[in-house]
């Protein structure tokens, strides 16, 4: 089954920094790909969601790169802020609503 | 964004009885979920939902648990009994076809 990878687990950067999270998957039928944040306490916020046919998203200071060939998905959170600290989730499935894989989640800490 | 609302928030209920986790998913969604969260750690999935059948579960949904959506109302997913290791977060989430997948905000389940 799909195996999904996480990294780092732990980020901490300063305010205004980029910060960036990376995940792999295995599983080459994989099509659909999303972030979510997690505040502490708190339910999940989708992000971003991307498809198959699409290598790059920009939205609100947030982009999201798809590399199909490494299977590797990216979150980068240009010019963070103490607002973005939370846990983010990356989420993949092979789409038409089949389960969703997480990865492990990467706390992201922002100091002012 | 479009909204899940799960009820309770918090349930506190003694080892062996009966709970039962309530889901309003985004009205005009179809697809439903149920995923556990343990101590603010991976996200599991156990179970999602379609047209009034289960689709999918995993080997964490155990015979103990059971979901429906009697017309069209609540999503809800029910533990009988209840074991000391169901303690933990559950997610309900809905989507409506190739879309994006909204989460709740989470029943916190503790069993005593």
């Known amino acids: 089954g799909e195996q999904v990878e996480q990294r780092p687990p732990h980020l901490s950067v300063r305010e205004g920094d980029s910060a960036i999270i990376i995940c792999t998957y295995t599983?080459?039928?994989?099509?659909?790909f999303s972030w979510y944040k997690q505040e502490a306490g708190a339910g999940l916020q989708l992000l971003m969601s991307?498809?198959?046919?699409?290598d790059r998203k920009e939205e609100q200071g947030l982009t999201v790169l798809l590399n199909k060939k490494d299977k590797r998905l990216s979150l980068n959170l240009t010019a963070a802020h103490p607002g973005d600290s939370a846990v983010y989730f990356c989420?993949?499935?092979?789409?038409?609503?089949?389960?969703?894989?997480f990865g492990d989640g990467t706390q992201l800490v922002v100091k002012p | 964004g479009p909204k899940v609302l799960q009820i309770p928030s918090h349930q506190i209920i003694d080892m062996g009885q009966m709970v039962t986790l309530n889901c309003d998913p985004v009205s005009n969604h179809l697809y439903f979920y149920w995923y556990k969260q343990i101590l603010g750690q991976q996200m599991e999935f156990l179970v999602n939902?379609?047209?009034?059948?289960?689709?999918?579960k995993s080997k964490l949904f155990k015979d103990q648990f059971s979901v429906e959506r009697p017309d069209g109302s609540y999503f809800t997913l029910k533990i009988q009994p209840t074991a000391l290791e169901d303690s933990a977060v559950y997610f309900c989430?809905?989507?409506f076809g190739q879309g994006e997948v909204f989460f709740g905000k989470g029943t916190r389940l503790t069993v005593v």
């Open positions: 939902f379609y047209n009034g059948k289960v689709m999918e």
């Open positions: 599983d080459s039928a994989t099509a659909y």
């Open positions: 991307v498809l198959s046919n699409v």
């Open positions: 989420a993949v499935s092979a789409g038409n609503n089949n389960r969703i894989f």
């Open positions: 989430a809905s989507s």
